[in-house]
């Protein structure tokens, strides 16, 4: 292994991992964790994965995989905020946070990699193991239910305002 390669290949996905484990957990401490179990795995198998957007792929399939290991333990539904850097703890969320955090969990990750990490379908559907189609409704379904709570959101701060 070469791990000038691993090292760069590290630092080019650190921070978009890193902002990808922030949204699913909505927790810095998680985050941090299953980026790091998350690099570390790959690591170990890094050789097997040639191909660069194969390594990235895999990358990400395995923080999918190790968010759902945590969910499964803790029971818990966490909260994701839709921002390009973490909030702190006691910041504001935004609307759009709200209407992303009460999305169903499937549809949320599909929202993320798609919208906010830039994925393709086709990546997306290979990190999450299930057909274009599937992720395609999924950020369709996103899309509609975020649009549905923003509208609603806008008609009562207008109500109000009057």
């Not at 080019?12 to 179990?37: H, M, P």
């Not at 795995?41 to 945590?70: H, M, P």
């Not at 966490?78 to 850097?85: A, D, K, M, Y």
């Not at 549809?107 to 798609?114: E, M």
Request: hydrophobic share 40%; proline share 2%; glycine share 4%.
């Amino acid at each position: 292994m070469d791990n000038k390669e691993y090292e760069d290949f590290y630092h080019e996905n650190a921070d978009r991992v890193f902002r990808f484990c922030y949204r699913l957990t909505g927790d810095r401490t998680k985050a941090e964790d299953i980026a790091s179990e998350a690099f570390g795995i790959c690591y170990l198998k890094f050789d097997n994965v040639r191909v660069e957007s194969a390594q990235t792929t895999y990358l990400f399939r395995i923080v999918v995989r190790l968010w759902g290991n945590q969910q499964r333990k803790d029971r818990l539904a966490t909260l994701v905020p839709f921002t390009r850097q973490p909030k702190e703890d006691h910041e504001m969320r935004l609307d759009l946070d709200v209407a992303i955090e009460r999305l169903p969990s499937a549809q949320r990750v599909a929202l993320i990699l798609v919208k906010a990490e830039g994925m393709t379908h086709a990546e997306t559907a290979e990190i999450l193991g299930v057909p274009i189609g599937t992720i395609q409704s999924r950020v369709f379904q996103a899309l509609k239910g975020v649009r549905k709570h923003l509208m609603a959101t806008e008609s009562k701060e207008i109500t109000v305002e009057n």
